[in-house]
């Protein structure tokens, strides 16, 4: 997987252009300079939204032009059905505000609420919104068919992503270049990159996977 820092949004981008592609922690605006670097090619993976007002939040992401990948909202185990309606009635607003701009919705859903949030999502046939894994992501195997980004933290256990087989960005909360860089390296030392799961998927989006017998690997595989 490739670490990427996540910064605040209001930080000057000029420092972090040669670690591009970035993450952003929205702060209710953006550096002034975010505009022309993101002009000149500075790529945005995700955006990280505080979730107090999601809708609102994410079209101020978007009045911004920032071209992010994803957007992240936190999704927290729906205490009755208002607020699961509530969670989905955002979502669709969110789906209506993004289409045909390119980005995706990830919901970074609370520590033991995947089981929940997921169902909810199941029952809504919500398909096009995915999950981004966290440190507090306590059954990621549940989220493995739509993950989609993930942010850890210095000495954050990669190890059920890597059984997945995730190797995709992973956002790491940053506050100087050199100290990331320091960060980064030791996570990629403890976690080298994957080509596989360890284990592969008996069911993807509620089918069986079912082995076709008519697949050959080619020879090299055998090799030692």
């Known amino acids: 997987m490739r670490f990427v820092p996540q910064i605040p949004s209001t930080s000057d981008p000029g420092s972090w252009l040669p670690f591009a592609p970035l993450a952003l922690r929205w702060e209710g605006g953006a550096h002034p300079d975010w505009a022309g670097a993101v002009r000149r090619g500075l790529a945005v993976h995700a955006v990280?939204?505080?979730g107090q007002s999601p809708v609102e939040e994410a079209l101020e992401v978007l009045r911004h032009s920032?071209?992010?990948?994803?957007?992240?909202?936190?999704?927290?185990?729906p205490a009755n059905r208002e607020a699961g309606f509530r969670l989905l009635g955002h979502l669709e607003a969110l789906l209506e505000a993004t289409s045909g701009r390119g980005v995706k919705l990830a919901l970074r859903i609370e520590g033991g609420a995947e089981a929940a949030?997921?169902?909810l999502l199941r029952q809504a046939r919500a398909e096009a919104v995915g999950y981004c894994w966290h440190p507090g992501t306590t059954d990621a195997e549940l989220l493995a068919d739509r993950l989609w980004c993930g942010v850890c933290e210095p000495g954050s256990d990669l190890r059920p992503l890597q059984k997945l087989g995730y190797r995709?960005?992973?956002?790491?909360?940053?506050e100087d270049p050199a100290t990331f860089?320091?960060?980064?390296?030791a996570l990629e030392a403890a976690h080298p990159p994957v080509l596989f799961p360890a284990e592969l998927p008996t069911e993807i989006l509620g089918r069986p996977v079912v082995p076709d017998d008519n697949v050959v690997l080619g020879r090299h595989w055998d090799r030692s």
């Open 48 to 50: 990280h939204l505080p």
């Open 66 to 77: 920032l071209g992010p990948d994803f957007l992240v909202l936190p999704a927290a185990l």
């Open 117 to 119: 949030v997921v169902d």
């Open 168 to 174: 995709w960005d992973m956002a790491l909360p940053a």
């Open 181 to 185: 860089r320091a960060q980064a390296a």
